[in-house]
């Protein structure tokens, strides 16, 4: 049976907008990320998954140990519901949460919070401070891993932590080491530019070639560089790991010494924006089905909503791809709608209404934040329904 009939005969009896997951993709896709990662562990990047039931399927399977999380009130709620080793990889301004951090003894055991600044340094201070007995935090240093040529006039990679060399890293380490309740156990150091830009891009030779080249200087140069943050860091702190890396980059990150972990997720999903690595190649995991409600014109069917583009700098990447049947494409002056959506192509004459039409998110974690439950395919069947973040009535972002 051809995928679309499998997802059409295993949700017969939904009624769609609705989300799919399909298991035997996303293990095949587990498994693929824990062969490029060799050996190190992946920490599993909870932004694209948001969904508690298949971040625990995830970490049941060989390879993947840890969480990233992408705010602490979801990891001080990971962390109530039992899960370990959250690092929150995003520096958080959450006074709140703060507080609820120190005052949990527990939590604080298995939650670390990410720094680049004595400016964090103090804000975390002032957040806990009269809250009582307060547990010790644990503190992860964020090392900008960005590649920066041409005297600084060209720069690729997330504008994310000031912190770029081992002086400053080690100042950093050395400020967090001198404060009592404060307690330096990891770094971090995500290279974007490779981990997060397929090198592949179709039909752009040259910009593909751009992009390689660029990758491959931004890797040897990481290589010297964040083997160098670690070193100057543990004369003040001893790190229980150094994370790196993507879904793009895992085989690449993984080839450092000083780095023992990495972070992904997206790989799992298989979203669209990473169709277009040389490195690997996935299988679409995640999926949303829309009903055909009307026919504008005989080459046309109109789908409900299907406006959900992903984050990031905003262009026709950021847009759910038409995924099955093939050959759908979208109405230009119209994208992808906010509550119906056109779509072209010779496809659409064999579409009824009711029907649906399958859809792929560009990124991954974010198909969540649009529907409450991922209904679990294996096979041709529906074997359980579960909910995401926003179906737990979680949304942290
Ligand atoms: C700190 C960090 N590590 C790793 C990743 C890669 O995650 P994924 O593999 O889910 O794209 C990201 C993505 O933005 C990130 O911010």
Redesign the pocket.
């Known amino acids: 049976m051809d995928d679309r009939r499998r997802y059409d005969h295993a949700t017969a009896e939904l009624e769609p907008p609705f989300a799919i997951l399909d298991l035997a993709a996303m293990r095949a896709n587990a498994a693929d990320l824990v062969r490029r990662a060799g050996g190190k562990p992946i920490r599993v990047?909870s932004?694209?998954i948001r969904s508690r039931p298949v971040l625990e399927r995830v970490l049941a399977m060989d390879g993947f140990r840890g969480v990233?999380a992408f705010t602490l009130p979801e990891a001080l709620w990971l962390a109530g519901h039992g899960f370990t080793d959250i690092l929150v990889?995003y520096p958080t301004a959450d006074r709140h949460a703060l507080a609820a951090l120190a005052a949990d003894a527990e939590a604080a055991r298995q939650i670390t919070v990410t720094v680049d600044s004595a400016a964090h340094l103090d804000f975390i201070e002032h957040a806990v401070q009269g809250a009582g007995p307060r547990a010790e935090l644990r503190l992860c240093l964020d090392v900008d891993a960005g590649y920066v040529a041409l005297g600084g006039r060209f720069r690729a990679g997330a504008l994310r932590s000031p912190i770029r060399q081992p002086e400053d890293a080690a100042d950093l380490a050395a400020e967090i080491a001198k404060r009592p309740g404060l307690r330096l156990v990891g770094l971090?150091a995500?290279e974007?530019q490779i981990?997060?830009v397929g090198d592949a891009p179709r039909g752009q030779a040259a910009y593909a070639r751009a992009i390689r080249l660029m990758q491959a200087r931004s890797a040897r140069e990481l290589i010297v560089r964040r083997g160098r943050v670690v070193n100057a860091v543990r004369q003040f702190a001893e790190l229980e790991f150094v994370n790196g890396?993507?879904?793009g980059s895992v085989e690449l990150t993984v080839r450092e010494k000083a780095v023992t972990e990495v972070?992904?997720?997206?790989?799992l999903f298989h979203p669209r924006l990473f169709d277009f690595y040389r490195r690997f190649t996935g299988r679409p995991a995640a999926l949303f089905a829309l009903p055909v409600v009307r026919r504008p014109r005989p080459d046309v069917v109109t789908v409900l909503g299907g406006g959900y583009p992903a984050s990031g700098s905003a262009g026709p990447s950021r847009l759910p791809q038409p995924y099955l049947p093939a050959g759908l494409r979208y109405a230009p002056d119209e994208g992808a709608g906010e509550v119906q959506t056109p779509l072209l192509g010779q496809a659409a004459q064999d579409l009824r209404m009711g029907d649906r039409v399958w859809f792929r998110h560009a990124k991954?974690g974010e198909l969540c934040e649009r529907f409450d439950a991922l209904h679990l395919v294996e096979g041709d069947k529906v074997v359980e329904t579960v909910p995401t973040y926003r179906g737990e009535g979680r949304t942290f972002l």
């Open positions: 990047a932004k694209s990233m990889a971090l995500y974007a981990a997060g890396g993507g879904t972070g992904a997720g997206s790989g991954a």
